[in-house]
Nanobody, 114 residues
């Protein structure tokens, strides 16, 4: 079982930046895909970004050009660099490992407000 812990959330003004981290621990043999999701109040959880072990990345249209997902394989840690943040980016952000792991972190709050 893999345990995920997010960090790096907080309050930031519009146009600002934050860097989220997700640290994985537990029985980790090989992780091929890692995702960042977010859930805003009253909305469904949505996929924000994904990274595959070879380095390929995918982003939601709403964050393309502003967010960057990356990975430090040696540390089993993933990052989400968020720039030019907007109020609509306000949400709880979760890291996620798809099956066979099926693991979710507990989330970290990101609030973008003046």
């Amino acid at each position: 079982q893999v345990h995920l812990v997010e960090s790096g959330g907080g309050l930031v003004q519009p146009g600002g930046s934050l860097r989220l981290s997700c640290a994985a621990s537990g029985t980790i043999l090989s992780i091929n895909v890692m995702d960042w999701y977010r859930q805003a109040p009253g909305k469904q959880r949505e996929l924000v970004a994904s990274i595959i072990s070879g380095g390929s990345t995918n982003y939601a249209d709403s964050v393309k050009g502003r967010f960057t997902i990356s990975r430090d394989a040696a540390k089993n840690t993933w990052y989400l660099q968020m720039n030019r943040l907007k109020p609509e980016d306000t949400a709880v952000y979760y890291c996620h490992l798809p099956p066979p792991f099926g693991s979710w972190g507990r989330g970290t709050q990101v609030t973008v407000s003046a």
